[in-house]
C-alpha cells in the first residue's frame, strides 16, 4: 500500500496539487501524510502523523513554494507507526539533498541496512524506505545514476517518486508489483500511484510507468529509461480484488468493471437461494452488483457504513481493527428481517470482521445468510507491502472451507475460483503476483520479516 505522487510544473502552485492529489490516494494509507517541494535550490519538506487534511491546512501549503513536489500517505509495512518513519524521507549529504516517497515493500532490508550501517552511514527511521534514500543519496554520481544502481541492489516491491534541487524522478521494481501511473498536466509530467489522483487534479492518464521503467520528469515532457532485460510482469492482483479506488485505471483495467466481473463469475459458480444481495460497503458493493445481476435476486443495502471511520482493514493493530467494526457497519432490520441474504465481501483475511457482520445480520432478523466472497482464499503472507497477517493468523490457511464456513456461522460460504479471478481482470495467469492466494512468490522472500524488526534500534532524539 501508500499512496505516491510527483509532479514537475513551474509557474503551478504544485503543493496544493499534491495536497489533493493526496486526498485522492488517502484510501491506500492513514497512518501518515507529507509532501516535498524544491524551487531550484532547496528542498522543503512536511510531514506528520495523521490524515492529510490533519497534516495540513492553508498556511502550512503556504510555505511550500516550488515548482516540483513529491507527496506521500503511508500504510507501514516495515517500521512501526511514529513520526520518523512519516514520508517522504528527506536524505543529506555535501552537495545533495533528496527527498523520497515510496509504495511497497523491500525483502532485502536487513542485509542492506546492515551493508550501509558497517560504513557509519546513519538512519533516523526504522523503514525500508530510508534504505532506498540513503543508497540515492550516498551514490557519487548524478540522481538517475544513484536510482540506477539502487534498483540493482533492492529487491521486492517499489513505486517511488525521488527528487533532488533539481530533478525529479519515478522508478518501479522490475517485476511491477506495485502500481504506478504517468500523466500530464496542461503539459506538466505528473506521476501517481493511481489515476484517480491524476483525475482530481485535472490530468490525464498516459500510460502506466512499465515495471523496471525510470521515468525522469522534465517542465515540458519525460525521459524514459527503459530495463535492459526486464522481468516478467507480476503486477499484485490484490490492487484488483481491494485495494485500488474503482474509479481508478490500472494496467488498462476499470477496476470497477472488473470487480462487477468477479461478482458476475461468482454468481455462476456459487449460485445460492436468497431473497436479496447486500454488500459489505463500499469494496464488496461493485462485486455485489454483478452477482445480483448474473443471479436476478434483488440488490439491496443492508448495512450502513459511517463514512467517519477508516478502513479496517489496513488499522495497524488487531485491537484497532476490532473495535473499527464495530463502529463501522450497521444492519438495517428493516431490510434484513425475514430474509435470506447473500453476503458479497471482497476476501476474508483473519475472518474478524466477517464473523462480526454475520453476527449483526443475525441479531437484525436474517433468516439465513449466504457468504461469497470476490477472490480466491488467502492461504499466505504478503512480503510486498500489504500488511496482511501471519499464516497462522489466516483462516484459509489451515482450514477446510466447511471449518471455515462454522467458525463464522454461515448457512453457505463461496469463494471465487483463482480461473474466475483471472478471467475477470481480462489476462491471464502469469501476469500478477498472486502469491497470497497461491503461496508462489515472483521473488525470493525472506523466512521472517516483522514490519517491526528494526523497532530495538535506538532512533535519535529529534
Known amino acids: 500500500m501508500c499512496g505516491v505522487f510527483g509532479i514537475h510544473a513551474p509557474g503551478r502552485d504544485v503543493a496544493r496539487l499534491a495536497y489533493f492529489a493526496l486526498y485522492a490516494l488517502q484510501h491506500r494509507g492513514q497512518e501518515s501524510a507529507g509532501i516535498a517541494v524544491t524551487d531550484g535550490s532547496r528542498i522543503t519538506a512536511v510531514r506528520d502523523l495523521g490524515l492529510v487534511s490533519q497534516v495540513f491546512d492553508e498556511s502550512t501549503l503556504e510555505t511550500l513554494r516550488g515548482d516540483m513536489a513529491i507527496g506521500h500517505a503511508r500504510y507501514s509495512t516495515t517500521g512501526s507507526s511514529q513520526w520518523q518513519n512519516a514520508q517522504p524521507v528527506v536524505r543529506h549529504r555535501e552537495g545533495r539533498t533528496l527527498a523520497l516517497g515510496?509504495?511497497?515493500?523491500?525483502?532485502?532490508?536487513?542485509?542492506?541496512?546492515?551493508?550501509?550501517?558497517?560504513?557509519?552511514?546513519?538512519?533516523?527511521?526504522?523503514?525500508?524506505?530510508?534504505?532506498?534514500?540513503?543508497?540515492?543519496?550516498?551514490?557519487?554520481?548524478?540522481l538517475v545514476e544513484g536510482v540506477q544502481e539502487a534498483i540493482s541492489r533492492i529487491s521486492g516491491a517499489f513505486a517511488a517518486v525521488v527528487m533532488d534541487e533539481e530533478r525529479l524522478i519515478g522508478f518501479r521494481d522490475p517485476d511491477g508489483i506495485r502500481p504506478l501511473v504517468l500523466g500530464d498536466l496542461d503539459g506538466h509530467p505528473v506521476l501517481a500511484s493511481e489515476s484517480c489522483a491524476l483525475d482530481l487534479v485535472g490530468a490525464r492518464v498516459v500510460r502506466d510507468v512499465e515495471p523496471g521503467e525510470i521515468v525522469v520528469l522534465h517542465p515540458d515532457g519525460v525521459e524514459s529509461i527503459r530495463p535492459a532485460d526486464p522481468h516478467h510482469p507480476a503486477l499484485c492482483v490484490f490492487e484488483f480484488i481491494y485495494f485500488a479506488r474503482p474509479d481508478s485505471r490500472i494496467d488498462g483495467q476499470h477496476l470497477h468493471g472488473v470487480r462487477e466481473r468477479m461478482g458476475e463469475r461468482l454468481a455462476e459458480e456459487a449460485p445460492a437461494e436468497a431473497d436479496i444481495v447486500i454488500p459489505v460497503p463500499d469494496s464488496g458493493a461493485p462485486a455485489a452488483q454483478g452477482f445480483a445481476r448474473r443471479s436476478g435476486i434483488p440488490y439491496v443495502d443492508g448495512l450502513i457504513k459511517n463514512r467517519y471511520v477508516g478502513r479496517t482493514f489496513i488499522q495497524p493493530e488487531q485491537a484497532m481493527r476490532e473495535s473499527g467494526i464495530r463502529l463501522k457497519f450497521n444492519p438495517m432490520p428493516d431490510v434484513l428481517a425475514g430474509r435470506r441474504v447473500v453476503v458479497v465481501d471482497d476476501s476474508i483475511v483473519r475472518g474478524t470482521t466477517t464473523r462480526k457482520i454475520v453476527e449483526m445480520l443475525r441479531g437484525a432478523g436474517a433468516t439465513e445468510v449466504h457468504l461469497r466472497i470476490s477472490s480466491p482464499p488467502i492461504i499466505s503472507p504478503c512480503f510486498y507491502g500489504i500488511d496482511m497477517a501471519t499464516k497462522n493468523e489466516m483462516i484459509a490457511a489451515a482450514k477446510s472451507l466447511e471449518e471455515i464456513r462454522v467458525e463464522l456461522d454461515a448457512d453457505s460460504l463461496a469463494y471465487l475460483s483463482l480461473e474466475g479471478l483471472e478471467a475477470s481482470t481480462g489476462h491471464g495467469d502469469d501476469r500478477f503476483c498472486r502469491a497470497c492466494l497461491t503461496g508462489r512468490y515472483p521473488t525470493p522472500v525472506p523466512v521472517a520479516a516483522d514490519k517491526d524488526r528494526f523497532e530495538a534500534t535506538q532512533l535519535p532524539v529529534a
Not at 536487513?110 to 533516523?124: C, H, N, S, V
Not at 534504505?131 to 557519487?140: F, G, M, N, S, Y
Request: glycine share 8%.
Open 102 to 142: 515510496h509504495n511497497g515493500n523491500l525483502t532485502n532490508t536487513t542485509e542492506l541496512r546492515e551493508q550501509l550501517e558497517a560504513k557509519g552511514i546513519r538512519f533516523e527511521s526504522t523503514s525500508d524506505t530510508e534504505v532506498i534514500a540513503a543508497l540515492i543519496c550516498e551514490h557519487p554520481g548524478t
